[in-house]
Structures are given as C-alpha cells and as structure tokens.
C-alpha cells in the first residue's frame, strides 16, 4: 500500500496540480488583505487587534466557497486523468488489493488539499506579521482553525472522490459538488447546517466559542468521521464488485 501511495506521490509530482494549489490561496489571502488595508478605520474602530480582520477578511471567501468547491474539482479530475485511456482500469486489474488503490488515491487528492491549506496558513501569518504593530502576538487560531477546516471537509472528499469513481462523466461529479457547495451560504444560517457537509469548512474556519458551542463542533466532526467511513466503504465495496468505472 505505501508502495502505490508512493507512485501517486509521484504522479501528483509530474502534474501541474501542486503549482495550482499553491497559487490558489495566495489570491484569497491577497484579496482579504486588501480589503483590510482599505477599511482599516473601520476595523480598528471595532478591535484594535488586525489579526481578527486580517485572518476573517481572507477566510470568509475561501472557507465558504473555495474549500468546498476546490475538493470538487481535484477529485473530479484527478480520477478522470486516471480514467483517459483507461488506465485506471488497467490498474484495477493489476494483482493489487482494490481497496489499497481506492484508499491511496483519495489519500492523494486529501493530501493536495492539505497543502492548500497550509499555504493559506503561511500566507496569513507572513501577512499579518508584516502588518502588526510590534507589540501584537499572533493569536493561535490563524493556525488551528483552517486545520479544524480540513478535517472537516473529509465527509466532502469522501463523497466528492465516491462520486468521480462512479461516474465516467467528469461534469457529473463536477456539478453535483458544485449544486450542493453554492447553497452552502443559505444553509449555514439555518439550524439544518449540522447535517450538510458542505457547510463545515466555513463553520470551523471561522469558529469561535460563541459561534460554535464545542458540543456542535464534536457533533459535526462525528457526523463528518461517520460519513466520510460509510461512503468509502461503499466506495471501495463497488469497486470490489466493479460497480464503478
């Protein structure tokens, strides 16, 4: 298993999608800067820290549409380059364990967005190290929340990555992910957000105490780990069964 994990490293390495993972984060964090050093005043006026507002500026969008919609898109294609000329069927009928297969590839596509996320975190506290007065410390949640983040997404990748193996369409996938991930933003005020995945990345980028009680947070990562168990299960039951490809 480590052995095939390894040779997805690889492929990984010979894409372009770690360049464009790395990039992504930059323009978020960029935007969300600007957007402080435009409204300063006003954000000062309310919290003399610029941590808050740098670190919500910059994780307001990414958390509520980027995050859910970014697994969409590197499950979908990173299984669909599998499947041009059907490689991925060639694989499959290597003499190797279809589960190691199925859990190794998601395990890559869970690793890129694990950068992406990291990269988000470095460009926060370069920034807002730039910017702070010299007396200002760097409160810990610019780093604990988007890791918060990413494991919450893990239902999302589970479902995202079931649904690219399933279907040999990769604009299925694509809009299914892309349907649930937009009305994210109306469902995450409602009391129903505890059961729709794609809300999470934002409700854990940007939790406070008082936001999310910690029994609602303990509730969403079970209902996240549960989730994420059941559909890849399913997923590399199918598999099994060659009920997908």
């Known amino acids: ?10 492929k990984l390495k010979r894409s372009r999608f770690l360049e464009i993972v790395m990039i992504i984060p930059i323009f978020f964090v960029c935007t969300g800067i600007s957007n402080f050093i435009r409204y300063k005043s006003t954000f000062m006026k309310h919290n003399p820290s610029i941590w808050d ?9 990414y958390g509520l549409f980027l995050l859910p919609l970014l697994v ?25 364990k279809k ?12 690793l890129l967005i694990f950068i992406n996320i990291v990269v988000f975190i470095v460009i926060v506290v370069i920034c807002g190290n730039l910017l702070k007065p010299a007396n200002s410390s760097m409160p810990l949640y610019v780093i604990y929340r988007p890791i918060l983040a990413y494991f919450s ?8 990555y079931y649904l690219s193996m ?11 992910g892309t349907i649930f991930s937009i009305p994210s933003v109306l469902v995450g005020i409602t009391k129903f957000w505890i059961v729709f995945p794609w809300c999470y990345a934002f409700k854990a980028i940007s939790a ?9 947070g303990i509730l969403m990562y079970i209902i996240g780990i549960v989730t ?4 890849t299960l399913k997923g590399i039951k199918e598999l099994n069964n060659k009920d997908i490809l």
Do not use: W
């Not at 997404?153 to 995202?160: E, F, G, K, N, S």
């Not at 399933?166 to 809009?175: D, L, P, R, T």
């Not at 105490?209 to 609602?216: Q, V």
């Open 99 to 110: 589960s190691h297969i199925y859990i190794c590839k998601f395990l890559a596509g869970s």
């Open 153 to 160: 997404l893990l239902p999302v990748m589970a479902i995202q």
């Open 208 to 216: 406070t105490h008082t936001s999310m009680p910690i029994p609602t």
């Open 228 to 231: 994420t168990i059941i559909v």
């Open 166 to 176: 399933k279907f040999s369409n990769v604009f299925i996938s694509i809009g299914i």
């Open 1 to 10: 298993m480590i052995n095939i994990f390894k040779s997805e490293l690889l």
């Open 72 to 96: 969409t898109i590197i499950m979908a294609i990173l299984v669909h380059i599998e499947k041009t000329d059907n490689n991925l069927r060639r694989i499959v009928s290597l003499p190797i």
């Open 53 to 61: 507002p740098i670190y919500e500026q910059s994780a307001l969008m």
